[in-house]
Every structure is written in C-alpha cells, then in structure tokens.
C-alpha cells in the first residue's frame, strides 16, 4: 500500500483501504495499519476532488462539487466525508450481501 505521491491516484489501493477499515480484529499492528490506511483513503479522495474542481466529469462527484445552495459549496473536508461515507456504504453493503448469498446459492446448487 502506498501513499498518493505527486498527483498519482492508484485506484486498487482503495480496495485495499477499504479492506483494512472493515478488517474485525484490531490490534497494535492492525490500528497503525488502519490508521495509514485512513490517511490514504483521505489523500486518494482529496486528489480525486482537486482533479474534478480542476477537469469536472459526469459524475457524482463533480456534482457535488458544482453544487450550491444560498450561495454555499461543500468544503473540501465535506466532499471528502460524503465520498467516504459513499464508498464505505456500497463496500459494506455488498460485501454483506455476497458473505450470504455465496453460500446460499452453494447450498441451493448442493440440494438440486
């Protein structure tokens, strides 16, 4: 796992972020583990908002971006905790959805 060095966004390094995040049992090795990992993902993201404020896209994140309201925008720190939040929800969700659908489509296969 590495830290996002000039610009650079490795993108499989956020699985990997992610990974650490949800990982269950936590000790030293793990929380200094899950601690770089946090930074990372806040960098990845950070980056990630500079270069859409900079070259905006059709997407979600550009959206926000671009959003107002009363005159007000989202602060760098608000789009970064939405796009966590964002990331952290469609891991969690899927990977609790895959942890029982695996096996019981293994077992339906089984009974047949």
């Not at 650490?20 to 936590?26: E, L, P, Q, Y």
């Not at 899950?34 to 979600?60: F, K, Q, T, W």
């Amino acid at each position: 796992m590495q830290a996002i060095e000039d610009g650079e966004i490795d993108e499989g390094d956020v699985v990997e972020y992610i990974d650490v995040v949800f990982s269950a049992i936590v000790d030293k090795e793990l929380r200094a583990s899950l601690e770089a990992s946090i930074l990372g993902l806040n960098d990845y993201v950070e980056a990630l908002v500079e270069s859409r404020r900079s070259a905006p896209g059709d997407d979600l994140l550009s959206a926000l971006i671009e959003a107002e309201e009363s005159g007000d925008r989202l602060r760098t720190d608000e789009l970064v905790a939405m796009v966590e939040n964002l990331l952290f929800a469609g891991h969690d969700t899927t990977r609790s959805f895959l942890s029982i659908a695996v096996p019981l489509d293994r077992k339906s296969t089984r009974l047949n």
